[in-house]
């Protein structure tokens, strides 16, 4: 309660792992999922928000909507599994800091506790990333949840908020541009069948479908007060019958083994690679003339495709579902494009011809993994695949903005090495790293995952491989050339995580041959066929190797180090020499030309080498 409306307020939130805020009968901003990723347990972020326009004098009402988001889902923060609890109630937490100044220079402060705060079960009754949400607007508050005054609380439905103390070392501000809607698209196509219509966006992007119901025009509907349930499936393909094509569920490994794809299956290993794809919501259909709206919250799919289909759910648990022409409701569909929201600084045109498309689906895959880190793709894992961010990022960097957004990513490739590969906790997947005959506190020290923030077995190894390890520093150069002086502090601080990197990579190198040898993936998902000609991972990891003692000296060159300039060029010197001397087969009638085995990424490494 204030004695008068203020002149300045902010409001700091964090949420685990994902919320949205809400004052006064309505959401603040347009954010979506905050806070960004990151390596929880080192640093989780806290977002900063204007309320002064949205506070009142008087009562004012505060709350917020939580999510699972990525947060715990593999137990690598949250640990579900011990807490015999995939629901996400026992580990979602939030924090808020409300500071409102007024006129006469008096300042009021709001912070979140157990006595004054309740909380409760709401519509949203599952959220997955993978998988999708389920929203039931039979659990809505009445009165407004975000608008009642406490006495509306009732007992049974909302209890005090319970203290949480989830492993977190520090808050962080929240530096990166928020996750928001940046398009919206209405579809170019829809098809009506028996028991769906499918809508076709016409492009293939990363987000979620907006609803629109109503009550069909005409005679009475006969299924007032009945409960439907409208389903969005998400896919990327049709089938040739027309009908979505989710190659991704169920699990695609051990021959389907897991029907459901639940988190519990996944710890079982029945799945690995999942995703639904699909949201639901649940209403019960109203007497009178009515129009419902659905956007989910807490999820978000790859898609060009939604296919609707509509059922009702039964008194005794059943579900039957509904031909299209018996749908007793309209539905009108509406593609919302979302992603981190980097500034555009550059744009092609060339026509709009195959090279334009080309060239326009290559910068929608870039912006598709744009969420608070570079994904590898959004209709899957989305996770921080370092392969995926390191051969991205020059390119990213040279039509938008990247610099915070890049700059955050680095942090969190710090804040996992610093964790070092044995801090990982023991899942029933995998636990730490060990080594035959090396102390692995030492002998891994310096490495960084495969995947970041979130590196458990089967996606990521940690240590990862040394192709995939190698984007920490192609990113941290694309940041230094893109961004140039306005980079160079915080290069200053990376420097010496990113040289610790480097001390790591030198104990892997093959003496004999002065070349690192071992530990990449090598040439990654290459053509297929009798005709293919392969590549060995050997000259893959020299390769990287080099590239990250030339990027260092490029580095060191911007940062004004003289010194460790002229040591990473030296190397370089070194390397260029020996991966020549040991991979050059020659041009005869018994070798295959040139390099290694012969085949084109092989002799490209070469010549990109120089």
Known sequence: TLPAAPVWARAYATGLGAFELHCNGARVGDHLMDPGQSVYDVRTLYVGFNMTSLLRAGENHIGALLGNSKYGYLDIYANRSAAHDQSGDATRAFRLLLIARLADGSEHTLTTDSTSWRSGHGPIVYDHLWHGEVYDSRHEASPAWDAAPLSAYAAGVWAPAQPRAPKVRALAPQLIPPIRVTQRLAPVKSTSMNDTIVFDYGLNIAGFTSLTLAARDGAPNPMVGATLRVSVEHTELIGANGRPNNVFFPGMEFEHASATCSMSDWYKRTWYECANQTDAFVFSVPAANWTKRYTPTFTYHGFRFASITVAELLSGGGVRPLPTKSWPITVAAEAQRAGSDLAKLAEVRVGDGLLQSIFDATLGSHVAQLWSIPTDCPQREKRGWMGDAGVSAASLHTFYDAHAFHAHFLQLIVDAQL???????????????????????????????????????????????????????????????????????????????????????????DRPSGLLLHGARGDWVPPAGDRHVGTPSDIVAAFFHSVCVAHMAEIATRLGRAADAARYAARLRANRAAFHTHFFVGDNATAACCYSSGSQTANILALHLG
């Open 419 to 509: 964790k070092g590969c044995t801090d990982q906790p023991t899942t029933t997947i995998a636990g730490p790293c060990t080594h035959p005959t090396e102390d692995p506190a030492k002998f891994f020290n310096g490495s960084v995952p495969d995947v970041t923030p979130f590196s458990t077995s089967p996606y990521g190894s940690n240590p990862g491989t040394t192709d995939w390890q190698a984007a920490f520093v192609l990113v941290a150069r694309s940041l230094v050339l893109q961004s140039g002086a306005l980079a160079l502090p915080f290069a200053a601080q990376l420097w010496p995580r990113l040289d610790h990197f480097m001390e790591y990579l030198e104990r892997l190198v």
